[in-house]
């Protein structure tokens, strides 16, 4: 049975998949994604001073509701205690290297931009002898340690503790969680959306934004900016379209693609279109929503 108000922890050596899980869990309950690994690294790789670690980590697990995905001890005393749930990612090296492997390497030829704008070159992780250059010196010397390690730490935490020992448990697990139900006023907000009534659908949004603490709220406020911002250039202002736009960005870009079966980013993108060409259009953005099971 999951709480009404998640807090999650994921745990698990590199390449586990705990931040692809969380983005999911993220998803699928409406709460936000906390990746310590991005609260951690500055720029050029260097760790932020410990104490700002420290601080970002405590004003995450603060929230009403999150899913946190990270190893680091130095700020286990502050998100440990506050959550309510811990899920052990405990794979096999045959499945979490190769996984690790097609990420390093996707990530190197890519130049894929991470935290701070940080990327991964492929030489460091080819240096084996030293675990703090390679992540796969590093995913096999966390594997021995975890091993040792969490056991007795799992037994001794506060919340709840799952070890899932393959990829299936997870999903399986994830797949009987009971998917967040958008309050009423949210879905008809959405339906007077998609029907251009754009003033209409700000105001049963507002409601739905007002009438809860949860945090989807800040989706909620994203989606009636957008709706603002449809409304300034319905009405021919195209730079108040654009300034709310802006700020609408703040609400929503911190959630997945998908989330409460809501489309956000391909909102999103249909609105920067129309932005981007803002003569009359032919065909308003659409809030698509999806089945939830």
């Known amino acids: 049975m999951i709480p009404d108000r998640p807090k999650i922890v994921l745990l698990g050596v590199t390449g586990s998949g705990k931040t692809t899980l969380a983005r999911q869990v993220s998803a699928r309950l409406a709460i936000p994604h906390v990746e310590l690994d991005a609260l951690h690294w500055g720029t050029g790789w260097t760790p932020v001073p410990e104490e700002t670690f420290r601080r970002r980590a405590a004003a995450a697990a603060s929230s009403p509701a999150w899913v946190l995905d990270g190893n680091y001890s130095k700020v286990r005393d502050l998100v440990w205690p506050q959550a309510n749930l811990i899920i052990w990612l ?87 969680l009971p998917p967040f139900r958008l309050a009423t006023e949210a879905l008809e907000g959405i339906r007077l959306f998609n029907a251009a009534a754009f003033f209409e659908a700000h105001e049963a949004l507002e409601d739905a934004w007002r009438a809860t603490d949860h945090p989807v709220r800040d989706l909620y406020r994203g989606l009636l900016q957008v709706s603002v911002s449809c409304l300034h250039l319905q009405r021919g202002n195209l730079r108040g379209a654009a300034l709310v736009r802006d700020r609408s960005r703040k609400w929503l870009d911190k959630w997945p693609p998908v989330t409460a079966g809501v489309h956000v980013r391909a909102l999103q993108q249909s609105l920067d279109a129309m932005l981007a060409a803002p003569r009359p259009p032919h065909r308003w953005p659409q809030i698509l929503l999806e089945q939830r099971t």
């Not at 390497?105 to 084996?128: C, D, F």
């Not at 992540?135 to 340690?145: E, K, P, T």
């Not at 730490?153 to 393959?166: D, G, M, Q, V």
């Open 90 to 176: 405990d794979y096999p090296w045959r499945i979490v290297f190769p996984r690790l492997l097609r990420r390093t390497l996707a990530r190197g030829l890519s130049r894929q931009k991470l935290w701070n704008g940080n990327t991964e070159r492929l030489w460091p992780h080819l240096q084996l002898w030293n675990r703090k250059r390679s992540l796969f010196a590093w995913q096999a010397y966390s594997l021995r340690r975890h091993a040792r390690e969490y056991p007795d730490l799992l037994a001794a935490a506060e919340a709840p503790a799952l070890r899932f020992r393959h990829p299936d448990e997870a999903q399986a697990w994830l797949a009987g």
